[in-house]
């Protein structure tokens, strides 16, 4: 991840998210569905990319933001 980057992520029980570099939490939600809307919003404001990761700590999906920020060339 680059720097200030934000990761959703699965820890204790809770889905949180994290700036890169940052090694705790800024925010904490009972669900998955809640913490990514969070960490989509935090990318949205730092114009950085959101690495959801799935329960078992694998990257699920990768969004930049803005998307004109994307060096792919692919859609979606």
Request: glycine residues 10%.
């Amino acid at each position: 991840m680059s720097k200030g980057d934000i990761e959703t992520y699965h820890e204790d029980g809770q889905w949180k998210n994290r700036p890169e570099g940052n090694q705790r939490a800024s925010g904490t939600h009972e669900t998955k569905a809640e913490a990514v809307a969070a960490g989509r919003q935090t990318a949205v404001r730092r114009d950085a990319e959101h690495v959801i990761k799935k329960q078992d700590g694998t990257i699920g999906e990768k969004n930049t933001y803005p998307r004109s920020r994307d060096p792919r060339e692919i859609e979606g």
